[in-house]
């Protein structure tokens, strides 16, 4: 019996740690920004000596950090206008905008001092505080426990990719459709290695938290986050169109400058085709563009690349389209356990040919949709300096970055002549 209930104990930890439960489901009790951020705590405005944490967090991400604003901004004249546009009552009180904008968990979740107000706050990404916020400062209780009390294990890239696409990309539970977007919201780009050097950072990987946590690496957070945004977009897909009904799907799933701009820019080409005719819509595949890229240095690619041209001439084949999203999940596992398992060394040498890869692709006009091309940009940015080599070529990474500053003035002429002679100097 004492076996049995040790057996299942472990058990329940196993699940915890494997499932991570992402913040806003994790039915734990969430204390809200100010039980984070006493002086003593996160609150401190200059980093504390002497401490593991800067213990700053609070102030960084009430100063600099957009998330904290997140809640202000639907307040703003611009949220008012969506709101109106969609027939909601406020965005302030909508599930549909808190649930990215704020820490939207159930009422008998919110704390005292809890206040949707906050925005997305610490516990948004850090997890719900009920049973860590004593446990979390004490030395000897590990970090492996603090994530079996609600902690969301925000080091490893897989966990930190899901936590934050779920807001920046969108999965099962809310989106950013194309009703709100058609109602005046941004549209959504998302690449996690790029994003969290954008996020002012609140930490610092030091010693002591290399003895923790995970490193870093711009390459691997890179994988992970192409990786889950595929795994997502795969979800969405199924949801979006295999279970529906409406005459027309869910329009974000495609790629909004196929249907948004001048009719007399005619712009079909063979490569944009992807092998259909003028005319056709094209889904919004700038992650399966980048997950292909990534497979052709693992010997992995065939199988997948047929399997995505596929699933583009089986939009309307709802058992077919099934049947394929399954196999692209198996795919994508086979993938990751292949990447996962190179050493250091391999992945340096993989990175290198990954680049080489995107910039021969992109030579050839591969990336001449704006949803791809954005993408190109920021791997190719994150490589670069994975490899060390960034100093040499930052006059040709920020010429790629201003050619996709704006989605509307995007010319994919000049981009891929761009890209061909960023390959050619990489080749001298
Ligand atoms: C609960 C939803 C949510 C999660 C989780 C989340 N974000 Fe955000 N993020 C937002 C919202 C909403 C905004 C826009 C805030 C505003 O301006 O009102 C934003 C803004 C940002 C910005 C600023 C973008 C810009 O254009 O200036 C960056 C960078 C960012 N997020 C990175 C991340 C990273 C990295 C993660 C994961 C570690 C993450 N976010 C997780 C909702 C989220
Ligand atoms: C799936 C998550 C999601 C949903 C749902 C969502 N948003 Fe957003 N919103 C974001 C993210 C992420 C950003 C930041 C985009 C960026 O800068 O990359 C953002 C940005 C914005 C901005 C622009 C902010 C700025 O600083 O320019 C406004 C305005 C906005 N959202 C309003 C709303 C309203 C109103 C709703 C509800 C109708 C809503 N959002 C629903 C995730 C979401
Ligand atoms: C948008 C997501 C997001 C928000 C909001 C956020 N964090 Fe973080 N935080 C991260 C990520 C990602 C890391 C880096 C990975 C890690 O160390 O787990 C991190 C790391 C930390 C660390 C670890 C420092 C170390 O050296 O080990 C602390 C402490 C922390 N955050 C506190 C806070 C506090 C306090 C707040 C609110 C004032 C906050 N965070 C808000 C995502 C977030
Ligand atoms: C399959 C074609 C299609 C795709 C793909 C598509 N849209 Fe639309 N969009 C439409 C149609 C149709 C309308 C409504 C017609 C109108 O109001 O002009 C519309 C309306 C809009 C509007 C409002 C225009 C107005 O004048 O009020 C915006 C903004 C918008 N879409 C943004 C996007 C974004 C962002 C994406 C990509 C995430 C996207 N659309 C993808 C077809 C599409």
Redesign the pocket.
């Known amino acids: 019996m004492r076996i049995l209930s040790f057996i299942i104990a472990n058990f329940t930890v196993l699940l915890t740690l494997s499932a991570n439960e992402l913040?806003?489901q994790d039915n734990k009790e969430h204390l809200g920004v100010a039980s984070c951020a006493a002086s003593m705590c996160h609150g401190s405005v200059i980093p504390r000596e002497g401490s593991d944490v800067l213990q700053n967090e609070y102030i960084i991400w009430s100063r600099a950090d957009?998330?904290s604003?997140?809640f202000?901004?639907l307040l703003s004249p611009e949220s008012k206008k969506i709101a109106n546009k969609l027939g909601l009552e406020s965005a302030t009180t909508a599930s549909i905008c808190l649930?990215?904008?704020?820490?939207n968990v159930n009422t008998d979740q919110q704390g005292e001092k809890f206040q949707l107000s906050d925005?997305?706050g610490c516990e948004?990404?850090h997890g719900g505080a009920e049973e860590y916020i004593t446990s979390h400062t004490h030395a000897a209780i590990s970090r492996d426990e603090n994530i079996a009390k609600g902690l969301y294990p925000?080091d490893k890239p897989k966990a930190?990719a899901q936590?934050?696409l779920?807001?920046?990309l969108g999965n099962k539970d809310k989106q950013a459709s194309h009703d709100i977007m058609g109602a005046g919201h941004p549209r959504l780009a998302f690449e996690?290695d790029t994003?969290?050097i954008?996020?002012p950072l609140h930490y610092v990987v030091d010693e002591d938290y290399l003895k923790q946590k995970w490193a870093g690496n711009n390459y691997i957070t890179w994988i992970y986050g192409q990786l889950e945004a595929s795994r997502a977009t795969l979800d969405l897909l199924e949801e979006k169109l295999i279970d529906n009904s409406t005459l027309f799907p869910e329009l974000s799933l495609f790629d909004c400058h196929s249907c948004h701009h001048n009719m007399s820019d005619l712009k079909w080409n063979e490569n944009k085709g992807q092998g259909f005719k003028p005319g056709t819509v094209r889904l919004n595949d700038g992650n399966f563009k980048m997950l292909m890229i990534i497979a052709s240095s693992t010997g992995h690619s065939e199988i997948l690349h047929q399997h995505l041209a596929d699933v583009k001439s089986s939009l309307n084949d709802k058992r077919k389209l099934k049947a394929l999203i399954t196999a692209i999940f198996k795919d994508i596992e086979q993938l990751e356990k292949a990447i996962m398992a190179q050493s250091i060394a391999d992945k340096k040498v993989s990175a290198f040919a990954t680049l080489n890869d995107i910039l021969s692709a992109g030579t050839n006009g591969e990336f001449s949709d704006y949803i791809a091309a954005e993408q190109v940009v920021m791997a190719i940015d994150l490589l670069f300096e994975f490899i060390a080599k960034k100093p040499e070529f930052e006059e040709d990474i920020s010429l790629l970055f201003d050619l996709v500053a704006n989605d509307e003035k995007f010319n994919d002429a000049l981009f891929s002549k761009q890209l061909s002679k960023l390959y050619e100097r990489i080749r001298q």
């Open positions: 913040p806003q957009a998330h604003q997140a202000q901004t649930d990215c904008h704020s820490d925005g997305v948004s990404c925000t930190r936590l934050c779920s807001c920046h996690l994003f969290g954008l996020q």
